[in-house]
């Protein structure tokens, strides 16, 4: 049953469609999500190796977080 068929008091309507600047949003903002999630997966890759030490208790060096630094400054920027 729709509202709109057995009742006066609802009216269904659409709105014109979606202008050129609202769909262009959109895609940017997509275009955005996809970036940060190829960023989440890389930093996830960086800590995941960070996380191995630490339940090894190896202890990371500065050297160690300077490459990682420079692993990920390469990929992302």
């Not at 709105?15 to 600047?21: A, P, R, S």
């Not at 955005?32 to 997966?41: F, G, L, P, Y």
């Not at 996380?51 to 420079?70: F, G, H």
Request: net charge negative; proline share 1%; hydrophobic share 30%.
């Amino acid at each position: 049953m729709r509202l709109g068929d057995h009742c006066k008091y609802f009216s269904w309507y659409d709105e014109e469609e979606g202008t050129k600047w609202q769909k262009r949003a959109l895609l940017e903002a997509h275009d955005e999500i996809r970036e940060k999630d190829r960023v989440i997966e890389q930093l996830q890759k960086t800590i995941s190796p960070m996380r191995s030490d630490l339940a090894n208790k190896q202890k990371v060096t500065e050297d160690d977080e300077n490459e990682i630094v420079r692993k990920f400054e390469a990929f992302y920027v």
